[in-house]
């Protein structure tokens, strides 16, 4: 008797199991219970501020302008009252289209960790800025429960006067300038439109103004795809017909380390077990990615977090327990990543007439390669460095040119000097 009731308890706790396993591959919309929505994004980025005053900053990059919702930024540092001239800064991107809402919660868990001791050693390194979310509409209407297929902000694009849920918006992604409506010309009713015209999006401008003023060195951007082409991949800038970007074969080599610790979620393809790190060619489409690093020589990574099921369908609103799987694993990712790499970043600092040139686009030479690089707001500027090249060939735009040095076991910084 007692044997038959383990086998019915057995068979009952495997049941249960099985609901569990099959249930976190698909989507669950309204949203899981984990997920921020408008108002508890709001009292969380209160909380850290409050618990952490001396570690984080919370400003307002700009405003929405349809609901003239805030654009919130999470400046972290070890101590935000002292200048870190010669940290190299990161930005995180959570979400920028409102139906991938998972970056938020990789943004605002990462935030945390780095603030309650589990990956503060980071900040040893590094300077972050974080933007939770660069589309609060969208994100407002998507989690909040009103639509998960809404992508865009709010703008009123079809002009009559009230937002319309399938016509209207912007998709912020399409935006930027570099590249803007090259290769698809979209209608304004379409899931993709690119705006009437580039730079045209509050939400771009805003992170527009704050990139002119902060030189960042790496950005990461989280994103999701709805229709499952791209989930579990890493893109960054860019491979054209025209040729790859300068720094293509240094940004495959952070990607490789990025997916090297990020194991997929999802099991459909069967031939890799990381994700991806796409290398073929990129399109041309107004991507912030290529804007970043084009116009603002910052190292760029968008990660497509989410996957296909066992029945082909992408998940993109995963329940609470595969979140945090996901969450937690794409955390892990960064920080290894991060600290790896921090071995092999060297310092400059560009000085002329003994100042400090804040801003500055200068250019590096190796392998037979110039690269941009832009000092920060203090003069400094980073070059990483995984082949422990010790010598660089820096050029400034007046044509003065010099060789600096680096140990790899010294990470003193070293100056370039401008010819008067």
């Known amino acids: 008797m007692q044997k038959k009731l383990d086998n019915k308890i057995i068979i009952c706790l495997f049941f249960m199991v099985s609901i569990r396993l099959i249930y976190a591959d698909y989507n669950v919309f309204p949203l899981d219970s984990e997920y921020h929505n408008e108002y508890t994004l709001s009292s969380t980025i209160q909380n850290l501020t409050s618990k952490y005053p001396k570690q984080v900053d919370r400003s307002v990059l700009g405003y929405t302008e349809t609901d003239n919702k805030e654009i919130i930024l999470l400046s972290i540092k070890k101590n935000i009252n002292i200048i870190n001239k010669d940290k190299p800064n990161i930005l995180v991107i959570g979400q920028i289209h409102s139906e991938e809402p998972i970056g938020v919660e990789i943004a605002l868990k990462f935030a945390n960790l780095l603030l309650d001791g589990k990956q503060k050693s980071l900040l040893n390194h590094y300077n972050f800025f974080i933007i939770p979310t660069l589309n609060p509409e969208g994100f407002s209407i998507v989690n909040n429960g009103i639509s998960n297929y809404h992508r865009k902000n709010k703008k009123d694009t079809n002009h009559n006067g009230k937002f319309d849920l399938i016509e209207d918006g912007v998709d912020l992604n399409r935006n930027f300038s570099f590249n803007w409506n090259v290769e698809e010309k979209t209608e304004s009713n379409n899931r993709y439109y690119a705006g009437e015209k580039p730079l045209s999006e509050n939400e771009v401008n805003a992170l527009t103004n704050f990139l002119q003023d902060n030189q960042i060195f790496i950005t990461f951007s989280y994103h999701s795809s709805f229709n499952g082409t791209y989930n579990e991949m890493i893109f960054f800038p860019y491979n054209h017909d025209e040729g ?166 010294n990470h003193n910084i070293q100056i370039f000097h401008i010819e008067n």
Do not use: W
Not at 325 to 334: A, F, M, Q, T, V
Not at 357 to 366: D, R
């Open 244 to 409: 790859k970007s300068p720094h293509f074969e240094i940004m495959t080599d952070i990607a490789t380390r990025l997916s090297s610790k990020l194991p997929i979620d999802y099991f459909l393809k069967t031939d890799k077990r990381l994700y991806a790190v796409h290398t073929s060619k990129t399109n041309k489409m107004g991507y912030l990615r290529d804007y970043v690093y084009e116009y603002f020589q910052s190292l760029a990574f968008d990660i497509e977090v989410g996957g296909i099921n066992q029945e082909g369908q992408s998940v993109v609103f995963p329940p609470n327990s595969k979140l945090s799987e996901i969450i937690d694993k794409n955390i892990n990712s960064l920080s290894l990543c991060l600290t790896d790499i921090s071995n092999n970043i060297h310092k400059g600092l560009l000085v002329k007439q003994g100042r400090p040139l804040p801003l500055t686009v200068i250019s590096e030479n190796s392998s037979n390669i110039k690269k941009n690089i832009r000092t920060n707001q203090y003069g400094y500027f980073f070059i990483y460095n995984p082949q422990n090249q010790d010598k660089f060939n820096i050029f400034h735009q007046d044509n003065t040119n010099q060789n600096l040095i680096f140990n790899p076991d």
